[in-house]
């Protein structure tokens, strides 16, 4: 008897052998607005639906083993401040807004504005880079936002949605990025405390958010652990990051690791030391996008032959020239590629470089569940 996607990957996450490889290409944001039919700011602005909903339904549509990129819910967070509003601040001819947030309690703006469109996914700046002040002059109160619940009880909801066509998600607290921008780059040679302030408190976070996973019931505990965000060694070198980061990141793992639930990195761009470091010194189950050269520095089959049998390898068909550009004929080359270098024993999870572009046809999306259904085989 075949497996649901969720078995599926759940017994793969776990180093495990299932009935056939899991394809779970990136498709975690654009691909699933788009399928909407509708403005991407009624996604992203006005949650109509909210971009979690668009991407259940897409998963089940393209019947993928998805879920690996669905751990947007955070339902330990504390809820936002009632003082913080959103306001509109720019119209423009092609529909398209500004948004920025402000603060009732302080009458301080946000630093960046938001531009949201019709076609692409939000994008924030300096209110300058779009041609406004640093002080709206006038604005409107953002309304029509559709509400839904929040916290745990939006937990429960998406996976009551998700059901068995995919595993669900949490963030452990943990993150493999700490510097995030070039200012933090000089900013951390110049005041390197303050960066060690930030990891002794997300040290600390870590163990908050343990102990409520710890005491969910276990029925209600997540399938995976998100434990790392993209571009770990963009911002940082590989010596930055395990003076920050690497501390952050073997917590995270050693108790999700006693708790007996797996853990995911995600970190596009150069990867190859990290694949390395997490294998050798983390509890890191699952890591992903293993982007290949120019976008990344990784040989699946040379992963495969150094870690494969420690850490689970997800990836990595080129999101531009193969997946966007390239015919299902291509994909499915590919894909059977991928599964040559990497199967083999198990622990291996088809999918993508980082994020699916939106134009991406769907004929190569479904040419993906194709070749593993032909030829995932271990």
């Known amino acids: 008897m075949s497996l649901t996607p969720r078995q599926r990957m759940k017994i793969t996450m776990a180093g495990g052998i299932p009935d056939r490889v899991p394809v779970d290409p990136d ?57 913080w509003c959103m306001r509109i601040v720019d119209r423009r001819k092609d529909g398209s807004f500004v948004t920025r947030r402000y603060d009732r309690s302080t009458g301080k703006w946000e630093k960046t504005a938001t531009l949201n469109t019709a076609d692409n996914p939000p994008s924030a700046t300096a209110p300058e880079k779009l041609g406004l002040p640093e002080t709206p002059s006038t604005w409107e109160e953002l309304t029509g936002v559709k509400e839904w619940p929040t916290g745990m009880e939006l937990w429960r909801l998406i996976r009551k949605e998700m059901g068995e066509q995919a595993v669900l998600g949490m963030s452990s607290g943990a993150t493999t990025l700490i510097l995030e921008t070039p200012d933090d780059i000089y900013e951390y040679y110049g005041n390197p405390r303050r960066f060690h302030e930030i990891r002794e408190e997300k040290l600390r976070n870590i163990d908050g958010i343990m102990e409520k996973i710890a005491a969910m019931a276990h029925e209600e505990k997540p399938d995976f652990l998100m434990c790392g965000s993209s571009g770990s060694l963009v911002w940082q070198t590989p010596e930055i990051f395990r003076e920050l980061a690497l501390p952050l990141l073997k917590k995270a793992t050693e108790m999700a690791h006693d708790l007996g639930i797996p853990t995911h990195v995600h970190s596009c761009g150069p990867e190859a030391e990290l694949v390395k470091i997490a294998a050798l010194e983390t509890k890191l189950s699952v890591i992903d996008p293993l982007e290949i050269a120019p976008m990344g520095d990784c040989n699946l089959a040379e992963l495969k032959k150094l870690y494969g049998d420690t850490i689970v390898l997800k990836g990595n068909l080129h999101t531009t020239s193969v997946m966007l550009k390239g015919s299902p004929k291509d994909v499915i080359d590919a894909s059977k590629q991928a599964i040559k270098d990497a199967a083999k ?34």
């Open 27 to 83: 498709i975690s944001n654009m691909i699933p607005a788009r399928r909407t039919g509708k403005p991407f700011w009624d996604i992203y602005v006005y949650q109509n639906p909210p971009l979690w909903k668009a991407y259940v339904d897409t998963v089940k549509h393209f019947g993928i083993d998805g879920g690996i990129e669905m751990y947007h819910c955070h339902p330990f967070n504390p809820p936002p401040r009632e003082d």
């Open 345 to 378: 024993g198990g622990r291996f999870i088809l999918s993508t470089g980082d994020q699916c572009g939106r134009d991406t046809p769907d004929a190569n999306i479904y040419a993906m569940v194709e070749a593993v259904e032909k030829y995932g085989r271990y």
